[in-house]
T-cell receptor
Framework: DAGVTQSPTHLIKTRGQHVTLRCSPI?????VSWYQQVLGQGPQFIFQ???????GRGNFPDRFSARQFPNYSSELNVNALLLGDSALYLC??????????FGPGTRLTVL | EDQVTQSPEALRLQEGESSSLNCSYT??????LFWYRQDPGKGPEFLFT???AGEEKEKERLKATLTKKESFLHITAPKPEDSATYLC???????????FGAGTRLTVKP
């Protein structure tokens, strides 16, 4: 079975631009969570979606938004990019709310 | 507020030299404590979930234990391929997110 997949693998944007990151969960998993990981730190929670509804939101500005589609895939959108948004963005899927399985991540660089 | 502190930040071992990684936590009602392994530039790989104090889980050279305040990841006779960053995270009953520590970067020299 395929694990969690994310696209694109790498992305370079300039300040002020907008970015969309995509995630497909493990088959059968209905919950998707997004995390931001800055170099040298642990992942920081951004959003969780379950059955297309937002179930949790971390301490991130309104420039960050997400949605989940009927096939349980998900998008993370970030508007008005700042240099500090440069990070590895991780998607994780789970059957319920306990064990979460991560994808390979999208490396975002903001210049 | 839920908090996770991992120590040491970095650990260098010789192949075969056993050691332990520490994860101290504070959480309002622990739903689960998780250990992940992360290789550079990749997503975290799930290792263990522990639910209650006294619980232990093993996988190959790794053994995770849990008390009411901390968890240990014991590495027995490590090999160079065990080199990675090991992340600890907690989830509370009143939250759907996981709170991660900063990780312990383990290097095993042949």
């Amino acid at each position: 079975d395929a694990g969690v997949t994310q696209s694109p693998t790498h992305l370079i944007k300039t300040r002020g631009q907008h970015v969309t990151l995509r995630c497909s969960p493990i088959s059968g998993h209905k919950s998707v969570s997004w995390y931001q990981q800055v170099l040298g730190q642990g992942p920081q929670f951004i959003f969780q979606y379950y059955e297309k509804e937002e179930r949790g939101r971390g301490n991130f500005p309104d420039r960050f938004s997400a949605r989940q589609f009927p096939n349980y895939s998900s998008e993370l959108n970030v508007n008005a990019l700042l240099l500090g948004d440069s990070a590895l963005y991780l998607c994780a899927s789970s059957l319920g709310s306990v064990e979460q399985f991560f994808g390979p991540g999208t490396r975002l660089t903001v210049l | 507020e839920d908090q996770v502190t991992q120590s040491p930040e970095a650990l260098r071992l010789q192949e075969g030299e056993s050691s332990s990684l520490n994860c101290s936590y504070t959480v309002s009602g622990l739903r689960g404590l998780f250990w992940y392994r992360q290789d550079p530039g990749k997503g975290p790989e799930f290792l263990f979930t522990l639910y209650s104090a006294g619980e232990e889980k093993e996988k190959e050279r790794l053994k995770a234990t849990l008390t009411k305040k901390e968890s240990f990841l014991h590495i027995t006779a490590p090999k160079p391929e065990d080199s990675a960053t090991y992340l600890c995270a907690v989830q509370a009953f009143n939250n759907n997110d996981m709170r991660f520590g900063a990780g312990t970067r383990l290097t095993v020299k042949p």
